[in-house]
């Protein structure tokens, strides 16, 4: 059974209010619900309560959303489970990314590849490109990351299994992408604008094919069982998604 150990990661909650917190010796927290000392939750095991707070082990969404500091808008969790799943990420994959960011989806790519696999990014923004190596130094599981504060995506090798870009004009990346991918390598794109849309479909047909537009909708429930209704808010269009493959004109 696990437990918790100093340097420890836990996530810490009181009501609806949650707390990534790394478990160093010597420090506590303070919150709503009073104070937490660190080494009072030495050797215990993750997911219980603990005076007014739940303590668990954070799970990879908590670790995105409450852990990783933010430079730039990030990609979330509901863009990101399924941009890794139309990539058709695993074990051993290799991918491409063009424009870091905070380094988000650069983390879960890394998680979902694995040992085996690999992730080279690329970031021209210098502060952001910053930022992301902390966030990944950070947290990420594997080394198997290659971060590059490059505007030109100069890489040297090919063959990848799937890109990702994330640019204010990705139009621009599109044959490099191209010629980075494998044959029928799949290829994703997130803008938050729709005349970015249009001009990404203005270019794509000439290196893709099988090409996806599409946005996702969230909406949480209130978890009363007397009266389980919608919140009132709901995190709606947060980008569109683009989605294609490489695709070659047959010369033979």
Known sequence: MKTIEWDSLVLIMYKDMKYLKRINEGQSFHGKGGMLNYSDLIGKTYGIRFGQYEIFEPSLEDIVMYGLKRETQIVFPKDAAFICFKLGLKNGSKVVEIGTGSGVLTFLFSRLVGSTGKVVSFEKEERHFRNAKKNIKTFAEWDNIELYH????????????????DVREPWMHLEKAFNLLKESGLIGMIVPTANQVTDILKEVPGFFGDIEVLELLQRKYKTVAERVRPFDRMVAHTGYLIFGRKLRMDTT
């Open 150 to 165: 490059d505007d030109t995506v100069d890489c040297k090798e090919d063959g990848f299994d799937a890109a990702f870009i």
